[in-house]
């Protein structure tokens, strides 16, 4: 994406890119936070700022609802189009496709491992480990 944006842009796309990075981690982490405060979820603790691959972001440390984790997502998702959308009219397209480059990086593997589980039953736990995801039923 990078190289696509250099060569078709601007070779200030680099700086661009770099700084949509933890503009969009940002956005995912007020979602995710807002989400759980207006909820009044009792796992607001269970959830840290996590750096290791896959799970970039603002991830749960423990066991998650998976409507929980499901609903979060959705709203990540759709409200971070809408704020990319909006950054289309004020800023450069660079930055524009930067941002939404980012969005769905950051999202791919959580949505990934939510599809892979939409045919399990809805009252389960999620736990995000290391390099995969447990589901367990209650």
């Not at 700084?19 to 981690?25: F, G, I, Y």
């Not at 009792?42 to 998976?66: A, D, H, I, T």
């Not at 930067?98 to 809805?122: G, N, Q």
Request: glycine share 4%.
């Amino acid at each position: 994406m990078l190289i696509f944006l250099i060569a078709a842009l601007h070779w200030t796309s680099f700086f661009l890119f770099a700084l949509a990075l933890p503009v969009m981690m940002w956005v995912h982490f007020v979602i995710t936070r807002s989400f759980l405060v207006i909820k009044g979820s009792p796992f607001l603790k269970r959830w840290s700022y996590n750096w290791r691959l896959p799970w970039q972001g603002y991830m749960p440390e423990q066991y998650v609802g998976y409507l929980t984790f499901s609903a979060i997502q959705f709203h990540v998702m759709w409200i971070g189009f809408c704020f990319t959308i909006v950054f289309l009219f004020f800023s450069p397209p660079s930055f524009t496709l930067s941002l939404l480059f980012w969005h769905i990086w950051l999202a791919a593997p959580r949505l990934w491992a939510l599809y892979l589980l939409k045919r399990e039953r809805k009252d389960g736990m999620i736990k995000f480990n290391k390099q995969d995801v447990s589901y367990y039923q209650q």
